[in-house]
């Protein structure tokens, strides 16, 4: 795939907003467009909580986190009505993202705003009916995020943190909801994966963008794909090594009252590496979820991996 010089990003911005602007497209169906529901899949982490904490077939703790789940979809949503306004002007630049409704101007910044702002209110009321400490993650998720859109996302290795410690809310959110034990290793392997994907994503956009990244995003400029490649593979081998300390720890196996958890290592050694040949091979890593969704061997594993791990602890 050849890169793409900024002046054909540009053209490749003007064609897709006027594309993006063609009518017919009601405000409310270019809300929906912008919350981004294929990108909810990314809060299927809240379902942690109740899955290892041995809670999975309990009716109430099913409600809690369906709810849970619900909830922070609403609030991922509100995140990306705001860091589309705030973005909106480098999005015009981007050959993908220029088809955006706020970035081609099909949705207009103050109906953005508007329905944002009722959003996060009827999310974060919501919240406080699970309970206040969920209420109050649900809080700190979108206050980080937030910073994210605004000074955050232009500092250079806060920003790929700042989303990791975004999952790692999602997941805390998850156990605090059921009322299960948050665990240390679920926080570790959450933020190491997570930076590990974000990271991939830096280096999909600046290959992609080529010479016209930091025009984009200026932070873009302050990494090269060599420079990422060597985050990668060590956030790649981090993530590895916690996720096997972890299956094998003497507290897992009286935890669940089984030393076979570490059957599952083989799931995220494939994973991992799966998702480094799609990103340097397939050049994919834009969209994780996209990503996921898209390619039959991913979706297997993970879904083979949540099976395998379903069957050893629940047995």
């Known amino acids: 795939m050849a890169r793409t010089t900024s002046s054909s990003v540009g053209n490749l911005a003007v064609a897709g907003a006027s594309a993006s602007g063609a009518p017919g497209r009601t405000s409310v169906l270019n809300v929906l467009i912008t919350l981004r529901p294929s990108q909810w899949t990314k809060n299927l982490l809240v379902f942690a909580g ?63 705003l508007a329905f944002a702002a009722f959003i996060a209110a009827a999310a974060l009321a919501g919240s406080f009916a699970i309970s206040w400490r969920f209420a109050g993650v649900a809080l700190a998720y979108l206050v980080l995020q937030s910073l994210y859109s605004g000074p955050l996302k232009h500092v ?36 190491l994966l997570a930076l590990f994907i974000a990271l991939a994503k830096r280096r999909h956009e600046i290959v992609l963008l080529a010479n016209g990244a930091s025009s984009h995003r200026p932070i873009l400029g302050e990494y090269s794909p060599y420079l990422l490649d060597q985050m990668i593979v060590v956030v790649a081998a981090a993530t590895l090594i916690a996720y096997i300390f972890y299956t094998v720890s003497p507290e897992t196996q009286e935890k669940f009252g089984t030393p076979w958890l570490g059957l599952t290592i083989p799931f995220p050694l494939y994973g991992i590496f799966r998702y480094l040949y799609l990103v340097h091979r397939r050049e994919g890593g834009g969209s994780p979820t996209d990503l996921l969704l898209t390619d039959r061997p991913l979706l297997a594993c993970v879904a083979l991996w949540a099976l395998a791990v379903t069957l050893i602890i629940y047995s």
């Open 50 to 112: 109740i899955l290892f904490g041995h809670r999975l077939f309990e009716p109430a703790a099913i409600v809690a986190a369906v709810a849970a789940f619900v909830i922070f979809c609403a609030l991922s949503g509100v995140v990306y009505l705001v860091n589309d306004i705030t973005d909106r002007a480098g999005d015009r630049l981007h050959p993908l993202k220029a088809t955006r409704p706020i970035a081609s101007g099909a949705l207009p910044v103050p109906t953005a």
């Open 156 to 191: 250079i290795i806060i920003d790929a943190l700042t989303i990791a410690i975004g999952f790692v809310l999602r997941a805390v959110a998850g156990a605090v909801a059921v009322d299960v034990e948050i665990s240390h290793w679920l926080l570790v392997c959450t933020v």
